[in-house]
């Protein structure tokens, strides 16, 4: 801009117009300072469809009205002041309404960068210089980038809240409709698989009417886009619609779509239902969109699987904890009914023990009394006789009196302590006569200490000694050897030693073969013939009992004609 | 150089009601309220600036340079630091997207600093009675110390940075970024004359 | 009676110009240099009307001023401030105050606002 006087301002607008007008890339519009164009470049005439000779000398406001209306007017008055302003397309689009430079940018007019200056001739504001770049394309690829992104975004919103949820099968129902109106489908439908796999069933659906939904309620597979998609497994893409006289599509095209897609959704290879998405106003989904839309199927289709296997979990647990817990119950109640019968029993024999002892010892009191009374009217036959009933009522006597016993041991506890088996192998063999008979019982030396209930040991003792004694064929002195040993015991590898008492009582009586070792501890066994050897059958019962109860063991090593080697087990005394 | 206690109130109400018409110019375009705060004010020989605005902004910044010209001439510049700038353009755009300062963004940016410059040097030229005009925008994104030492500033006088630390809210974000107007020492205390002036004049209307 | 005004405004030289306005006018004239001291002077000394600034560190005068209605609904509040957008008059307004006036001051505009709200409020 040279100071040439005597050139005019109009003049001069020309002449920077004349000069740029074939070489700029961008649009340039001078006007004057009352707004009246005075510079319309090539690149405008191009652009904007209006040649130069049409537009110069008219107002700007009066060839754009719109400038005014959207208040842009104020740019060119700031210039007019001397202001420089630059707009963006992000904030305005465009200044002047031209065509998109590119086919399919998705904006409806150019996007324009433009920069408004004062233009200074002379230190004096002379008009306005505008210039307009053309930033379509970048914005448009900015677009693109944007939804690419958004698209991303939603991916993982998508994937994340399938995923995270509890109940997939809800969440899907939640998220599609805003998964449609993301990415501009107009209807979308989510079939599954029945059970029996030859129909489908509408899970979710938006974007049409209710009556629809219930229309398509249930479908058969090779029935309409998802009954195709189902049987043939893969992705259906149906275009342009309302021009196809298909009788599959006629569905979608009484439903107003204009393409449909369907993805099939599939769980570890095997199809639980499926996905599609309908346009109304497009003929054809764009390639993003098929792979958008089948990135969303692959999605639904991993969370609609969890869901199942969730489900199908949850039944199983159920089912098991069902189980276990009428299992349980009836374990519970079959262990009541046998303690209640157990119990029962106990107090039964318990009860008829005692209650036959009293009458009993009647019977016993009037027979002696009989005996005595009449001394010489007795005959040798009623005498023999009187002996027998008088064998019988001691016999039945002993036998109540044990089962009293037997029924004790399984009711009171007391103490265990270490028992001095000496004192309380004298105390037994006090009590019973046979016992006493020297060189019937031999002690062995030395006696090593059990921990032991007492009195229970001691009723374990005479019991076996009883036996002894009482097992011995005719005519043979009976000898009983006790005697003791240390046992030391190591369970497994690794666990503390124990150490145990075994106390052995050995006769020379008639043996019990091994075929009845299993059977003696039982009650009321007896191996010999009744009428030999005097006994109730109870007695190793109640041992075999009351070792259970103090942790010991029974035992017996014997042989037919060979004597018996009873043996009991119990702790030893720690010492 | 120390401003009286006076002068600096004086001269933050000034950029107060030139930080107001920008905010004001900017919520017409964006059609979001902006919050503003209270400006903080101070002067430092253009030597030290550098210094000064490194203790508050560091890395990359983002620059509107806007040369003005005329009976008081030097440079405006408003500065956001990366974070700031990409925060404002999404406010702005709506945009969420924005990770980088793209084109477009820069574009937004440019725009803003203009307002922004052209609002508060506007509030300066109308004080001072003077006719000031303007260069064309342009956007930086590069360190404090390396776009200072662009700028070209007259060895002929000493020059000083006015430099105001602006702070608002938009869209329930906190923004802040520096205003920095250089002026040559002869333009600078006409400055400071005119705004013992000021207090008289609203008096007088 | 004298016609007492409180100003609360972080700015010394708007306090200071609206003083020698009003002063000039025959009102009686106190000043408060933040919000809470604002809050403190009217509550104490209940002057007949308020000046009150928008942008001040702190407090903010809407914060002010929705306290000054709350605990006071007949306050008379003239908003002073540089914020010339609609949206921040608007807000104002509908918190109560009885006029918006916009910065920088000119004499005349100062008192036929106050002028109007002395006389609409009575």
């Known amino acids: ?575 | ?205 | 009676m004298n016609t007492k005004i409180l100003l609360i405004d972080d700015s010394s030289v708007a306090r200071r110009v609206l003083r020698q306005i009003l002063e000039g006018s025959g009102y009686s004239v106190e000043e408060a240099a933040n919000g809470t001291e604002g809050l403190e002077k009217y509550f104490l000394n209940k002057p007949d009307l308020v000046f009150l600034d928008m942008v001040m560190e702190h407090m903010k005068g809407m914060e002010v001023l929705t306290k000054l209605i709350e605990k006071d609904s007949k306050a008379r509040v003239i908003v002073a401030t540089a914020d010339i957008q609609t949206g921040t008059r608007t807000e104002a307004e509908e918190k109560g105050a009885a006029a918006v006036i916009n910065k920088p001051f000119t004499r005349d505009r100062v008192l036929s606002t106050l002028q109007n709200v002395l006389e609409g409020g009575q």
């Open chain 1, 1 to 575: 801009m040279e100071k040439e006087s005597g050139i005019s301002s109009e003049a001069m607008g020309h002449a920077v117009l004349a000069w740029m007008q074939d070489l700029s890339p961008q649009g340039i519009c001078v006007t004057d300072n009352e707004l009246r164009i005075r510079g319309w470049n090539s690149w405008l005439e191009l652009n904007s469809g209006m040649e130069k000779k049409n537009v110069l000398g008219k107002n700007l406001f009066q060839v754009f009205p719109d400038l005014e209306t959207r208040c842009l007017d104020a740019y060119f008055n700031k210039a007019l002041a001397g202001g420089v302003s630059i707009l963006s397309a992000a904030f305005h689009g465009h200044l002047f309404p031209f065509t998109p430079s590119i086919a399919d940018s998705g904006f409806s007019s150019m996007q324009q960068t433009v920069r408004i200056a004062p233009l200074i001739h002379a230190d004096e504001i002379v008009g306005t210089i505008t210039i307009v770049e053309d930033v379509t394309e970048r914005e448009h690829h900015n677009a693109l980038l944007r939804k690419q992104y958004e698209r991303q975004e939603l991916f993982s919103w998508v994937l994340s809240h399938l995923l995270e949820s509890t109940d997939p099968e809800k969440m899907v129902k939640e998220i599609f409709p805003q998964i449609s109106v993301h990415i501009g489908m107009d209807a979308y439908f989510n079939f599954l698989l029945d059970e029996g796999g030859t129909r489908l069933r509408l899970h979710s659906a938006g974007g049409v009417a209710n009556d629809v939904q219930e229309k398509f309620g249930t479908i058969e597979l090779g029935e309409n886009l998802s009954g195709t998609c189902a049987l043939e497994r893969r992705t259906v893409i149906w275009s342009e619609i309302q021009r196809s006289h298909e009788a599959k599509a006629q569905g979608a095209k009484s439903l107003g779509f204009t393409a449909c897609i369907c993805h099939p959704l599939l769980a570890q290879g095997k199809l639980i239902g499926t996905l599609a998405f309908a346009l109304r106003k497009r003929n054809q989904f764009e390639p993003d969109e098929v792979e958008f839309t089948r990135v969303i199927a692959q999605y639904v289709g991993i969370a609609l699987e969890r869901s199942q296997n969730l489900n199908a979990l949850n039944r199983a647990k159920e089912k098991l904890r069902s189980h276990a817990e009428l299992l349980e119950k009836e374990v519970q109640e079959r262990t009541r009914e046998l303690l209640d019968s157990l119990n029962e029993l106990q107090t039964f024999s318990y009860s008829l023990a005692h209650d036959v002892r009293a009458p009993l010892r009647h019977v016993r009191g009037y027979v002696e009394a009989m005996v005595e009374d009449g001394q010489g009217e007795l005959t040798a036959k009623s005498r023999e006789y009187i002996d027998l009933i008088l064998k019988s009522i001691f016999r039945l006597d002993s036998l109540t009196e044990d089962i009293l016993t037997y029924g004790q041991l399984s009711q009171i506890a007391s103490p265990k302590t270490p028992v001095h088996l000496d004192d309380l192998l004298k105390d037994i063999i006090s009590l019973n006569p046979a016992l006493e008979v020297p060189g019937v019982v031999t002690i062995a030396m030395p006696l090593h200490t059990p921990i032991a209930e007492r009195p229970l040991l001691s009723q374990c003792l005479t019991n076996l000694l009883d036996n002894a004694v009482k097992f011995v064929p005719a005519g043979v002195a009976p000898r009983i050897v006790v005697r003791t040993e240390l046992k030391t015991e190591k369970a497994n590898a690794g666990t503390a030693e124990s150490h145990w008492v075994r106390i052995y009582v050995e006769d020379n009586g008639i043996g019990i073969s091994s075929e009845y070792h299993d059977r003696i501890f039982g009650i009321f066994e007896r191996l010999g013939r009744e009428g030999d050897f005097p006994g109730t059958g109870i007695g190793l019962a109640i041992v075999t009992k009351a070792m259970q109860r103090m942790g010991g063991r029974v035992g017996l090593s014997s042989e037919s004609g060979q004597g018996a080697k009873f043996w009991i087990e119990l702790p030893a005394r720690d010492s």
């Open chain 2, 1 to 205: 150089m120390d401003l009286s206690s006076m002068q600096s109130d004086a001269l933050t109400e000034l950029i107060n009601i030139g930080n107001a018409r920008a905010a004001s110019a900017l919520s017409d375009l964006t059609g979001h309220r902006i919050t503003l705060e209270v400006p903080k004010v101070s002067i430092h020989k253009i030597e030290e600036v550098g210094e000064f605005l490194s203790r508050t902004i560091s890395g990359e910044v983002a620059s509107v340079h806007q040369v003005f010209s005329g009976p008081v001439g030097g440079n405006g510049l408003l500065l956001l630091d990366q974070e700031a700038a990409l925060i404002l353009t999404r406010l702005l755009t709506n945009n969420e997207s924005g990770r980088s300062l793209d084109a477009s963004a820069k574009e937004v940016l440019t725009e803003v600093g203009n307002i922004v410059l052209s609002a508060c040097l506007g509030v300066f030229g109308k004080l001072l009675q003077v006719q000031v005009t303007f260069a064309v925008p342009r956007l930086h994104v590069e360190s404090i110390h390396k776009l200072l030492s662009s700028l070209t500033v007259g060895r002929e006088e000493l020059h000083y940075a006015l430099t105001v630390q602006s702070k608002f809210t938009l869209r329930n974000s906190d923004i802040g970024g520096y205003l920095v107007i250089i002026l040559g020492v002869t333009s600078l205390d006409r400055l400071l004359e005119e705004l013992g002036h000021w207090e008289k004049r609203q008096l007088e209307d």
